[in-house]
């Protein structure tokens, strides 16, 4: 029984940092009321998309590497065809 709820409580806390598209584009639109744009306004559009081109780069920069901050390295396989 202790279990499932422990099962229960460890879901719970790994979904509560979650959001939905609709939630982060909210969260986005807050932000740049916050600095000023008005909405259906080429400078809000333009908010949005340094907003989300900064998060874009962000994951870019966070999945070169591993957990422990060392560079993945690519090595090329070579297949030579067997005569």
């Known amino acids: 029984m202790w ?3 422990v099962m229960a409580v460890a879901l719970a ?9 609709e939630d982060r584009r909210a969260a986005d639109e807050a932000k740049c009321r916050s600095y ?3 909405k259906k306004n080429d ?3 333009e908010c949005l998309q340094r907003i ?8 870019r ?3 070169a590497f ?3 901050d060392r560079p993945i390295l690519y090595r090329p ?3 030579r065809p067997q005569p």
């Not at 989300?52 to 994951?59: F, G, Q, V």
Request: proline share 3%; aromatic share 8%.
């Open 36 to 38: 000023g744009f008005t």
């Open 13 to 21: 806390a790994a979904c509560a940092g979650c959001m939905s598209a």
């Open 3 to 5: 279990q499932k709820t």
């Open 61 to 63: 920069s966070a999945s």
């Open 66 to 68: 591993d957990p422990w």
């Open 77 to 79: 396989i070579i297949v």
């Open 43 to 45: 400078a809000f559009a």
């Open 52 to 59: 989300d081109l900064d998060r874009r780069a962000e994951l």
